[in-house]
């Protein structure tokens, strides 16, 4: 089965770039990518979602290197409201189910 | 309409009582799903239903009853619970686009916090 590794926690300054690398060594060749951003007490939130190379939307960047056994969330310009956890998920078993790993909280500091 | 709702908010029930969650969406979404989250642990998937039917239990206890009236409506109901048990429980929907991961982003709900005493 698929499975997920992350770093557990990450700090950094307003304004910087922000990179959180996930391991996916198992990843199926037809799997998608997903990234999911949670707050406390709320639920998850979709970032972004991507198959190879570079994927961005208005709010990330995810890059995915030729092998494909991880992946690289990329944060730009970073501020306090991006403290959260951020989770990395691959479809898991043959049902494809996603599976949510102990997630990266990252502390963005003034 | 993106939302996904919960109700209630808040759950305060006791090992003997029987109450429901319930979710709701609009989106269109015939994928919905249950999660369980305790405090600082990422959310655990416990059903999935695709198309009004139950694809997915994860091994959940019985005491823990899924349900899915339409198409727009998820219910999750409770009876004789644990106080470990107690959690945020997030309910979610995308569409199921039978690609692996590809294009269903799952929309969740804001969770109901339920305690059992």
């Known amino acids: 089965l698929a499975k997920t590794t992350q770093p557990i926690s990450m700090d950094s300054y307003e304004g910087q770039e922000v990179n959180i690398t996930c391991s996916h060594n198992?990843?199926?060749?037809?799997?998608?990518i997903t990234w999911y951003q949670q707050f406390p007490s709320q639920g998850p939130r979709f970032i972004i979602q991507?198959?190879?190379t570079k994927v961005t939307n208005e709010v990330a960047s995810l890059f995915i290197p030729a092998d494909r056994k991880s992946s690289t969330l990329s944060l730009p310009r970073v501020s306090l409201s991006d403290t959260a956890v951020y989770y990395c998920l691959v479809p898991s078993g043959n049902t494809g189910k996603l599976i949510f790993g102990q997630g990266t909280t990252l502390q963005v500091k003034p | 309409d993106t939302e996904v709702t919960q109700t209630p908010k808040h759950l305060v029930m006791g090992m003997t009582n029987k109450k429901s969650l319930k979710c709701e969406q609009h989106?269109?979404?015939?994928?919905m799903y249950w999660y369980k989250q305790k405090a600082k642990k990422p959310p655990e998937l416990m059903f999935v239903?695709?198309?009004?039917?139950?694809?997915i239990n994860e091994s959940v206890p019985s005491r823990f009853s899924p349900e899915c009236p339409n198409s727009s409506l998820l219910n999750l109901h409770l009876h004789a619970l644990q106080p470990e048990d107690s959690a945020l429980y997030l309910c979610?929907?995308?569409?199921?686009?039978?690609?692996?991961?590809?294009?269903?982003?799952?929309?969740f709900g804001p969770g109901t916090r339920l305690t059992v005493l």
């Open positions: 239903y695709s198309y009004e039917k139950l694809s």
């Open positions: 991507g198959y190879k």
């Open positions: 198992n990843i199926a060749t037809n799997d998608y």
């Open positions: 989106m269109g979404h015939r994928a």
């Open positions: 979610a929907s995308s569409n199921p686009t039978g690609t692996r991961g590809g294009g269903n982003e799952q929309f």
